[in-house]
């Protein structure tokens, strides 16, 4: 069964650090973009950063300078590192996948919460 299998959410104290990671099972083909978006209670789901297969990121405006996404082709795992988190920070991270074949996967989604 293809899936993605996130980890590394929790809680943290306003201005910690947190990593999430994102394995793709090896049933998914094709892999170029991975990536990760993030719902709080009541809003949309919104993009954070997504990587391209060759490296080149993308980021919200809200989370550069504080957030890196990297990723590992050979596993097919992406990640997402946060520092100097902010208690609007607080959502569900969902990561992704997109294929060749314009298919896009989803990870379970993870809590992060940040405390004041």
């Known amino acids: 069964q293809a899936q993605l299998v996130e980890s590394g959410g929790g809680w943290v104290q306003a201005g910690g650090s947190l990593r999430l990671s994102c394995a793709a099972s090896g049933k998914i083909f094709g892999i170029n973009t991975m990536g990760w978006y993030r719902q709080a209670p009541g809003k949309q789901r919104d993009m954070v950063a997504r990587i391209t297969r060759g490296g080149t990121t993308t980021y919200a405006e809200s989370v550069k300078g504080r957030f890196t996404i990297s990723r590992d082709n050979a596993t097919n795992t992406v990640y997402l590192q946060m520092n100097s988190l902010k208690p609007e920070d607080t959502a569900v991270y969902y990561c992704?996948?997109?294929?060749?074949?314009?298919?896009?996967?989803w990870g379970q989604g993870t809590q992060v919460t940040v405390s004041s």
């Open positions: 992704h996948a997109d294929t060749d074949r314009l298919n896009r996967f």
